[in-house]
DNA sequence: GTTCGACGTTCATCTAGATTAATAAATCTT
DNA sequence: AAGATTTATTAATCTAGATGAACGTCGAAC
């Protein structure tokens, strides 16, 4: 594990680095996203204060990482070179706990994201996000907010425009 | 904790039912899903044999869920009416470490389904769809995987046409 | 302060996929 | 097996959002 300060900008993590890393965000801001064969980008997530960045289908599956993940403000991050949970040294029964609530909430977020991306038009899901994440909409890009909802800059510019 | 057996066609779990269930499908093949304003339907996992079905959004907010589960084939499953995890019985480690695994794995398929949904065209969506699920291409009327995929049954059937 | 590159907006066009509807095929019921 | 119901296919039309391009704005770098 060590401890790193990032600057706005500047690239983590890129795809099929050598390691799985599990990233903790203790200050600052990070985006996790891929860039598809087009060359646009798709954000996965973003990554606040207290946040934890992995991509579980690579540890999963053995494999290198197909995300890129970046500093969107200067922040300060820990990085772990093991996998999360089952490789963790079984310490305590707190941390399992821990992790399992952590788990949880991620499942929740997802679950939840899949059904937007399913059944919301691009203004729903626009509206949801100010609702669920105020706090980051002031802190990143707005065309950032735009892949992350699987929309066009120029979208969610003209919905915005229309409010 | 009760085993049920279902059939084909019958409806487990209704949106708002009072418990935050979390079901087991010993046998057979399960399916949840939300419908939306427009009546529409859109699958968020089908669930075969092994598998286990829970809304973590529902549980994690404590309120009850969206989601309808029905049965696709007749089943025989088991319903388990505490939430998954930090609710269950602290036994084993050895449990803790499969409900750990089980999360993960969760985590590393909606993932994918995310990346999918944000960056995939229809028929690339499909054709994953194929590859990962194919065992359960067979086994579930098409119009469901249309809507899983988050395309109309026409356009699926379309797509299938060209091949 | 000026220059430059990134970002947001606006607009004109295009298109993947939705919608609607009608038909054909498969499946269930008795 | 005949009818009824559900599912899949096909085709014509429509539309939300993509694409491409031009332009104004802002903040960072010099």
Same mark, same amino acid.
């Given at each position: *594990?060590k401890?790193?300060?990032v600057k706005?900008?500047e690239?983590i993590q890129?795809p099929? $680095?050598l390691k799985?890393n599990i990233i903790f965000?203790k +200050?600052?801001l990070l985006?996790m ?5 087009k060359?646009?980008?798709?954000v996965y *997530? ?5 946040w934890?960045?992995?991509? %579980?289908?690579a540890i999963?599956?053995?494999r290198?990482?197909n %995300? ?5 403000e200067n922040?300060?991050?820990?990085i772990?070179s ?6 963790l ?5 707190e941390?399992t ?8 909430r ?6 939840d994201?899949?059904i *937007?991306l399913?059944?919301?038009?691009? +203004?729903?899901?626009y509206q ?13 890009p707005?065309k950032m907010? $735009?892949t992350y ?12 425009g229309?409010k």
């Amino acid at each position: *594990m060590k401890i790193l300060r990032v600057k706005k900008g500047e690239i983590i993590q890129l795809p099929n $680095a050598l390691k799985h890393n599990i990233i903790f965000v203790k +200050k600052g801001l990070l985006r996790m996203y891929v860039v598809d064969d087009k060359g646009k980008e798709h954000v996965y *997530m973003f990554a606040p204060e207290g946040w934890t960045l992995s991509d %579980f289908s690579a540890i999963k599956e053995n494999r290198t990482s197909n %995300f890129f993940i970046d500093a969107i403000e200067n922040s300060l991050i820990e990085i772990f070179s093991k996998g999360l949970g089952e490789e963790l040294p079984k310490t305590t029964m707190e941390l399992t706990d821990q992790t399992i609530d952590l788990m949880g909430r991620r499942i929740a977020t997802l679950q939840d994201r899949i059904i *937007m991306l399913l059944s919301y038009t691009a +203004k729903e899901r626009y509206q949801q996000f100010l609702l669920t994440y105020p706090d980051i909409v002031n802190r990143v890009p707005q065309k950032m907010i $735009a892949t992350y909802l699987g929309v066009t800059p120029q979208a969610l510019s003209k919905i915005r425009g229309l409010k």
